[in-house]
């Protein structure tokens, strides 16, 4: 970022709370009060719409809803912004000027815009502005989510996220579920057409009638979920939990059974940029102790759970390599 201002004279605009470097090479600082994201960008979108600065063509082209959205942004002013998120109204009405008029704008947002209760609700406040500009499809241009981890991107491609198998394939599609069904050798109908729970859904669902066992990978929750006073009732309400992981962290602290993963450098593997530009991986030491690479403790745990269930037509689980799940993955990815 810091190279791209000095080459090109790129304006930059930060939205942060704290004096961060990057402020250091901003044209523009927006120092709002923390969790004010949405209220502070909405007004933005005010100032867009009310200037008619916006990409009509791109909104007919590409868009839908937007009389609904103009109405709704009506009370969205850069005065209501600045009595709540502390930014001076001129500073918005410069942001909103900037952002808008210039030939190729490009937002860039890290774990401070996602890790919110209102997570959700901040993302989708960018892509209006995205949407609203027709910053979006073009070079220089774009949403652009900073992954808080080194795979995040590999892990959504590789669907594990609970609504889409892997290659974003929705669990609710009939033909997705069928074409996964016959892949894993599972009977017509065997794999639920319901989406899932994500990790703040799955915490609020514990208790009888609702989630009973947690088996945690490659997470955290009682460090990384928005509401950790809830989070810690909600685990010590759990049934059953397993943790899997390199070491005992705060959420592994609540663990029946822990499960020692292997490091990055003690298994094969793939890792994947937020540009998509998957890593080979391989193997530079032996797992200490009993650790094991991920995919082979799962492996082995579906394998005992279909074997005590007594199932007789299962998935296929006796994977030899990461390189078959891979090729599988080739096979049933578009």
């Not at 790129?10 to 704290?18: F, G, N, Q």
């Not at 209760?117 to 910053?135: E, P, R």
């Not at 990978?217 to 009732?233: F, I, K, Q, V």
Request: proline share 5%; charged share 25%; net charge negative.
């Amino acid at each position: 970022m810091k190279a791209a201002v000095e080459k090109h004279g790129a304006k930059l605009i930060v939205v942060d709370p704290r004096r961060v470097e990057m402020v250091n090479w901003a044209t523009l600082w927006l120092p709002e009060k923390p969790g004010t994201d949405v209220p502070l960008f909405s007004a933005m979108a005010h100032v867009i719409i009310k200037e008619q600065l916006y990409n009509q063509d791109f909104i007919d082209r590409r868009t839908e809803g937007f009389e609904d959205f103009r109405k709704s942004i009506e009370p969205c002013t850069p005065e209501y912004a600045e009595a709540i998120s502390g930014v001076d109204r001129n500073l918005i009405i410069q942001a909103a000027r900037m952002y808008a008029k210039a030939k190729n704008a490009a937002i860039y947002w890290a774990l401070g815009i996602p890790e919110h209760s209102h997570g959700t609700d901040n993302a989708m406040s960018l892509i209006h502005l995205a949407l609203l500009t027709g910053h979006i499809g073009r070079q220089g241009t774009g949403l652009n989510p900073l992954r808080g981890q080194n795979n995040v991107q590999g892990a959504s491609d590789s669907g594990a996220m609970p609504w889409h198998y892997p290659g974003y394939q929705r669990v609710d599609e009939e033909a997705s579920a069928r074409k996964f069904e016959q892949a894993w050798n599972i009977e017509p109908g065997g794999l639920n057409r319901r989406l899932g729970l994500t990790t703040t859904e799955i915490m609020s669902e514990v208790g009888p009638g609702g989630v009973r066992a947690l088996h945690i990978m490659g997470e955290n929750p009682m460090m990384s979920e928005p509401n950790l006073n809830h989070t810690r009732h909600m685990m010590e309400q759990v049934e059953f939990l397993v943790a899997q992981d390199l070491f005992i962290n705060e959420s592994g602290a609540y663990a029946d059974v822990f499960l020692p993963a292997a490091s990055w450098a003690e298994k094969e593997g793939t890792f994947t940029n937020t540009d998509r530009r998957v890593q080979r991986v391989r193997k530079a030491l032996e797992p200490r102790g009993q650790a094991r690479a991920d995919w082979e403790i799962i492996c082995d745990l579906a394998g005992r759970i279909d074997k005590k269930l007594g199932r007789q037509q299962t998935s296929f689980w006796a994977y030899r390599s990461p390189a078959e799940v891979l090729e599988e993955m080739g096979r049933v990815v578009p």
